[in-house]
T-cell receptor, first 114, second 111 residues
Framework: DVKVTQSSRYLVKRTGEKVFLECVQD?????MFWYRQDPGLGLRLIYFSYDVKMKEKGDIPEGYSVSREKKERFSLILESASTNQTSMYLCASSLPGTTSYEQYFGPGTRLTVT | SQKIEQNSEALNIQEGKTATLTCNYTNYSPAYLQWYRQDPGRGPVFLLLIRENEKEKRKERLKVTFDTTLKQSLFHITASQPADSATYLCALDTGRRALTFGSGTRLQVQP
């Protein structure tokens, strides 16, 4: 079974803090993705990566950065957390190539910035 | 950019009936369309993928149709059960390597 794990289920941080969200997958997938999910807005793509050290901006990259040093690990970084980054963050992975492959999601991290 | 519309209102149906959820999109037709199920507090789980040259796809009690003329996909659950209660998301390819997701429709099946 494909497993995507995220470092925390719940996280509370203060405004201005640097926040790291970690995601690990065990299926040797090339593609990895970070989304945020807000009520009424659905899943919005922040960044994705199709190979180690490769990254592409999604639809809402502002205020975020990512790191992919190893194939199995994809980190999302909030350089200076703000209250409008309070959200559910979901990581996913998939096989390489086109979007014809299903995405496997982690359980999500609910981040609250106070 | 691609815009996806799913009915934001919850769909309430009786157990045993067929649930039909709609996914409409604007702009170009995607090569693939996927449907996911999401339970509260959990990540989405993949259900079905349909290609643009496929009109219909089935998997057990699930059926998906894809009409590129209407720019619409319909997702059906036959003989629905309370355990089918969840939010269902459709997702389209964007011409790059990522999907664009709709905001989902919540289905509630009453026993």
């Amino acid at each position: 079974d494909v497993k995507v794990t995220q470092s925390s289920r719940y996280l509370v941080k203060r405004t201005g803090e640097k926040v790291f969200l970690e995601c690990v997958q065990d299926m040797d997938h090339e593609n990895m993705f970070w989304y945020r999910q807000d009520p009424g807005l659905g899943l919005r793509l922040i960044y994705f990566s199709y190979d180690v050290k490769m990254k592409e901006k999604g639809d809402i990259p502002e205020g975020y950065s990512v790191s992919r040093e190893k194939k199995e690990r994809f980190s999302l970084i909030l350089e200076s957390a703000s209250t409008n980054q309070t959200s559910m963050y979901l990581c996913a992975s998939s096989l390489p190539g086109t979007t014809s492959y299903e995405q496997y999601f982690g359980p999500g991290t609910r981040l609250t910035v106070t | 950019s691609q815009k996806i519309e799913q009915n934001s209102e919850a769909l309430n149906i009786q157990e045993g009936k067929t649930a039909t959820l709609t996914c409409n999109y604007t702009n170009y037709s995607p090569a693939y369309l996927q449907w996911y199920r999401q339970d509260p507090g959990r990540g989405p789980v993949f259900l079905l993928l349909i290609r643009e040259n496929e009109k219909e796809k089935r998997k057990e009690r699930l059926k998906v149709t894809f009409d590129t003329t209407l720019k619409q996909s319909l997702f059906h659950i036959t003989a629905s059960q309370p355990a089918d209660s969840a939010t269902y998301l459709c997702a389209l390819d964007t011409g790059r390597r990522a999907l664009t997701f709709g905001s989902g429709t919540r289905l509630q099946v009453q026993p």
